[in-house]
């Protein structure tokens, strides 16, 4: 049984604007979901939806095998959310905010307090049990915010942004608990990102939107043509000569598509070193002046052009 | 005090300061909503399966103790100046259920108010503009028998002056007149329902954006 099925999901805000236009998915119960997008692309309108904190203009959404807009207090008991900004009480102790979450989602005192235990165990916050949780660093207030989050066992969890402003570390560290919450909890996870290599890293599926539609879904092998681009970037010291290398690198047969940004031209390439050797001779042979050029992980950017594909992909 | 009839002034005003305590401890109540909001703990309590009477209940009620807690402060200083209740414990019992409603009403008042605006700072203005006018033109401070017309007319139109005149009859006369704790009981239980009615309006207003 799927965890979550939506279906032409609409919502339009008030003031008239469109967050989720028709917008289908599945997610598979047991697996992590990645939803990648870039701001205001309709990942957290999409997640107060599936939260129940916002009804949806019109569209279906099953959840557990449940209609969403007729069993949403049901629905409220078997999932948890970890919002885009850390949602702990400052004032109340580490055990005091797990007890009072526990007490919301009205677990058994004798069972909350040895799920409590074995999640501090878990998440590694046992030392900083006697500290204020004012005192906590960022990345361990969002592991207990992460735990007080799983104290009711929820059976989906959502994960709206969860490692937005984090270093390296703290990132890689907030991968390993998610994988580790589904190996040992076996909970469905609902992340929105818009880090590539997130949910590349984490994903048994990806689905990537952008203005309120899925632009595609499918696993991280089946989207790496489009998360793995080869991309080569090029950059000038004026955008007039940006402009006209740009619409000269177009008729190149070896660039897939290219996209210009300011003063740097962004190119899909099939194979990365091959173009780099050819587009750097054919620079040199045309004495063009440029500021660099190198071979580039792709961003949010590029994977969009690569799948609405503009410029060459477009006119072919 | 000479000519107002008032033998003892803090016993005189107790009343209005236990409705000002109240006004203070219900505009604090719906400050938590900014706090919370700000925190991220409104939207995890909206998403918890709790329903959303009790969020509003659980809220009102933390400033309705906030208020007898305030109140029982007054009355305990108020007793190093000679003030006690002359309608005995029924009094008090009587005291006890006017000063809930007062405070019921208020922090229901406050908490629908404090969802309609923007931020703490409007959110504080607003509080004091109602409440100021509504405490000065009652009977909280002077006896209303010598006011002008037009002054006598607002505030007899203001209900917190029943209130406060209910509770220093209890507090100032032996004698219960019920059929006047009666009025203002009902009067205060139509406008508790109306305020809490809009303050779970305002919580629903809140996820239908």
Same mark, same amino acid.
């Given at each position: ?98 007890? @009072? ?155 897939? @598509? ?59 | ?176 007149? @019920?059929?006047?704790? @009666? ?11 109306v305020s809490f009615a809009w303050a779970m309006w305002r919580l629903n207003q809140e996820?239908?954006?």
């Open positions: 049984m799927p965890a979550i099925e939506i279906e032409n999901l609409v919502k339009e805000y008030k003031n008239g604007v469109k967050a989720l236009d028709e917008f289908s998915l599945q997610v598979n119960s047991g697996e992590i979901f990645s939803l990648l997008g870039p701001n205001g692309a309709g990942k957290s309108s999409l997640i107060n939806i599936l939260t129940t904190y916002y009804k949806p203009t019109s569209g279906k959404v099953t959840m557990l095998g449940r209609d969403l807009s007729k069993n949403s207090a049901w629905i409220r008991q078997q999932i948890a959310c970890v919002a885009q900004h850390i949602s702990i009480d400052l004032h109340l102790s580490l055990l005091e905010n797990m007890i @009072f979450q526990s007490r919301l989602y009205k677990v058994d005192s004798k069972i909350a307090k040895e799920r409590i235990n074995s999640l501090i165990d878990s998440f590694e916050l046992s030392r900083y049990l006697k500290y204020p949780v004012a005192s906590y660093s960022g990345g361990v207030k969002r592991r207990l915010d992460i735990a007080m989050n799983m104290v009711s066992l929820p059976k989906i969890l959502f994960l709206d942004e969860p490692t937005v402003g984090m270093d390296a570390i703290s990132r890689r560290a907030m991968w390993k608990m998610l994988l580790k919450i589904r190996e040992e909890f076996n909970t469905t996870i609902f992340l929105t990102t818009h880090y590539l290599a997130e949910a590349d890293q984490l994903s048994d599926q990806i689905c990537i939107m952008r203005d309120g539609k899925e632009l595609v879904q499918g696993t991280p092998g089946s989207l790496r043509q489009y998360t793995r681009q080869n991309i080569l970037r090029i950059t000038f010291s004026n955008a007039e000569q940006t402009k006209k290398i740009s619409d000269e690198l177009d008729k190149m047969e070896l660039i897939k @598509f290219t996209d210009l940004r300011a003063n740097s031209i962004s190119a899909g390439v099939d194979d990365s070193r091959r173009a780099f050797t050819a587009v750097n001779k054919w620079l040199l042979d045309h004495h063009v002046e440029f500021d660099a050029i190198e071979i580039v992980e792709p961003d949010l950017e590029d994977v969009f052009i690569g799948l609405i594909g503009s410029g060459k992909t477009e006119e072919e | 005090m000479q000519n107002t009839g008032i033998s003892n002034y803090t016993a005189f005003i107790l009343p209005g300061l236990i409705v000002l305590v109240i006004f203070g401890a219900s505009s604090s109540g719906g400050i938590i909503n900014f706090i919370m909001k700000s925190s991220g703990s409104f939207y995890r309590i909206l998403i918890a399966p709790v329903s959303r009477s009790s969020i509003v209940l659980g809220q009102m009620l933390e400033a309705i103790l906030l208020s007898f807690v305030e109140v029982a402060i007054l009355f305990i200083v108020s007793i190093f100046f000679s003030v006690t209740v002359a309608s005995g414990i029924t009094g008090i019992m009587l005291m006890i259920l006017l000063i809930f409603l007062t405070a019921f009403f208020m922090s229901s008042l406050a908490y629908a108010i404090s969802l309609l605006l923007p931020n703490e700072v409007i959110y504080e203005t607003i509080m004091t503009a109602i409440v100021l006018p509504i405490f000065f033109l009652s009977s909280a401070l002077f006896p209303t028998e010598n006011l002008s017309p037009g002054l006598a007319i607002a505030v007899k139109l203001n209900p917190f002056t029943h209130m406060i005149d209910a509770l220093r009859s209890l507090i100032l006369r032996e004698k219960i007149i @019920f059929g006047h704790i @009666f009025f203002v009981t009902v009067l205060f239980l139509v406008m508790c329902s996820t239908t954006n």
